[in-house]
């Protein structure tokens, strides 16, 4: 057990050294007079190295947000109501648009101080223009509340409601916001066009299931040393930010996303990841909207820096255990751990507080040391072993930092990767879109083929009938004729038998002839009503033969090229497969 001690107290200073982080540490400003466990004691006194560096949160990223940042952030959220009949010179979202963006008009909010990024914001369906503010502190905000450009956004007369909903945002949140890049290192105009965010207002019940009883809980669920229930959106394709933010007053916990692409975030929303949101038992309602993102908004984005602190937490320290950090020889004494209920706190050198603290430390010192001078030999035999283990945890040491040195790589490496994943992914959603929108462009031909031959067809059946109707007048006729012919036929029956009975009744013969030649007019009237009725009949036949011929090549041309539209689609989706698969 106690060699186990005196590597980790090997470890701890070269760690240290190597990571370059080591401040000056109080223990090294103390004489290093009397024994050797005389200066084990000293050395539980204010900590060094990492672990101070811990305990005053200053382990930082600058550039990159941390959960201090997240702690000390505050979103301001304001509506307006827009009535686009007030006023003459705004009489639409697309003047108020060109204001300002070819106007300028946003250009005021990039000077605020404080201000992270305002997106300005519309929703079609509701009119209204929306702010989404993200402010480095809440004295900034305050601030911004109480100006003139603030204040001043209720007075133009197309504006008919102002709504102003300050949130706090949630730690946890460094890890899901700014995330995917914009299309250049500044945002411009055409990357805010197309982006699109999501708000969504999920109401929390605490009292429904038991594994979150009150706001604390959830926000533990959101910290990155918690749950870090946020990066689960790092792989949301498209995302750039999503903030957490949390209102107190009305227990509702609200996501902002930023897509770069409306597509991004259509796709999102019919993900399980969205839709698993509300499935939570302590979940009581989920309410959304989609909002277009206006130009000007490039003016107003990635403002100052955040700090990239982190909020240190050690946790609390059971009462008695010591871990004792030796330093190498010549590098002054010995560091532990102070073991107290209370949070681990650093004070500065040269503080007041600090110097009565290591007066009296130092008279304790005094004390132990005659106390522990019979133990002289324990200590040299300690540091022999240390002396004896420190080259074994310097190798060791070194061995994990050149770990270390090869992990950041392989991270780097695992990002690039995901960078590429994610243009590939994109590419391939835009290539499918246009893929659709040519499949519906065809489908919208065939479908315009269909109704020409269907409109065809009708002209086709409409001709049938007629041609019906010439048949039916045609046999009417040929009835008539043959009723004709008949009677022809009576009369010259008659004629020869008045003919036989009477050859010298030459008036009654003449009568009868001219009844006879009237007759035969009036057959051949009806014949050449026949005739005529049948060349019409011929007409109509033949007009419904090229109808229906007309018919047939039309189904045939529309078979063909359908079946052609339906083997370039084939062939389209195995040549993509194929350009996929090489």
């Not at 020409?452 to 009417?476: K, P």
Request: hydrophobic share 40%.
């Amino acid at each position: 057990m106690v060699v186990a001690w005196l590597l980790l107290a090997c470890l701890v200073p070269y760690g240290v050294r190597y990571l370059g982080t080591a401040p000056p540490c109080s223990c090294r400003l103390l004489p290093s007079t009397g024994g050797a466990l005389g200066r084990l004691w000293r050395a539980r006194l204010t900590p060094c190295g990492v672990w101070a560096a811990q305990a005053a949160g200053a382990l930082s990223n600058p550039g990159k947000p941390g959960s201090r940042d997240m702690r000390d952030a505050k979103m301001l959220y304001v509506t307006l109501k827009m009535d686009w009949t007030a006023d003459p010179e705004v009489s639409g979202p697309e003047a108020l648009k060109h204001m300002l963006g070819e106007g300028e008009g946003t250009a005021a909010w990039g000077d605020v101080d404080g201000l992270r990024h305002k997106y300005f914001l519309y929703q079609p369906e509701t009119e209204t223009v929306s702010g989404v503010y993200v402010f480095f502190s809440q004295e900034k905000l305050d601030a911004y509340m109480s100006s003139k450009l603030f204040t001043m956004q209720g007075e133009p007369r197309h504006v008919s409601k102002v709504t102003a909903t300050v949130l706090d945002v949630m730690e946890g949140t460094e890890c899901s916001i700014e995330m995917a890049e914009w299309g250049s290192a500044r945002p411009s105009q055409e990357d805010v066009a197309q982006a699109a965010m999501l708000i969504v207002h999920l109401n929390v019940d605490y009292t429904a299931h038991q594994s979150l009883p009150h706001e604390q809980a959830l926000r533990n669920v959101m910290r990155a040393d918690g749950m870090g229930y946020p990066k689960a959106f790092r792989a949301v394709l498209g995302l750039r930010s999503k903030y957490f933010v949390y209102d107190s007053a009305t227990e509702t916990c609200s996501g902002f996303y930023t897509f770069l692409t409306r597509a991004a975030l259509d796709a999102y929303v019919a993900s399980d990841l969205f839709m698993a949101q509300s499935a939570f038992p302590y979940i009581d309602g989920m309410a959304y909207s989609i909002h277009e993102v206006w130009p000007g908004t490039e003016r107003t984005m990635d403002l100052g820096a955040w700090t990239g602190q982190s909020s240190a937490w050690l946790g609390p320290v059971r009462q008695g255990a010591q871990l004792v950090m030796s330093t190498p020889a010549g590098q002054g004494g010995s560091v532990s751990a102070p073991r107290t209920e209370t949070e681990v706190r650093v004070e500065r050198k040269g503080d007041s507080k600090e110097k009565a603290a290591l007066a009296q430390a130092t008279e304790r010192i005094k004390g132990l040391e005659r106390e522990l001078e019979a133990s002289e030999d324990v200590a040299r035999a300690m540091a022999s072993l240390v002396a004896k283990e420190e080259p074994r945890c310097s190798a060791t040491m070194k061995r994990g930092m050149a770990a270390v040195a090869r992990t950041g790589e392989l991270h780097e490496r695992l990002a690039a990767a995901e960078r590429r994943l994610q243009d590939a992914q994109q590419r391939l959603m835009e290539q499918r879109a246009a893929t659709t929108a040519a499949s519906e462009e065809q489908d919208s031909k065939l479908a315009q083929r269909d109704a020409e031959v269907r409109a065809l067809t009708q002209r086709a059946e409409a001709a049938e009938r007629h041609g019906a109707e010439l048949e039916d007048e045609v046999d009417t006729l040929q009835e008539a004729l043959e009723r004709g012919s008949a009677a022809a036929v009576a009369a010259q029956e008659k004629i020869e038998g008045l003919e036989m009975e009477s050859a010298g009744k030459e008036e009654v013969l003449q009568g009868v002839q001219q009844q006879a030649e009237e007759v035969c007019a009036e057959a051949a009237a009806l014949r050449e009503m026949c005739d005529a009725a049948q060349q019409e009949a011929d007409r109509a036949n033949e007009a419904l033969r090229q109808a229906v011929a007309q018919l047939a090549r039309l189904k045939e041309k529309s078979k063909a090229e359908k079946e052609e539209a339906q083997l370039k689609g084939v062939r389209d989706i195995y040549g993509n497969s194929g350009s996929r698969g090489k």
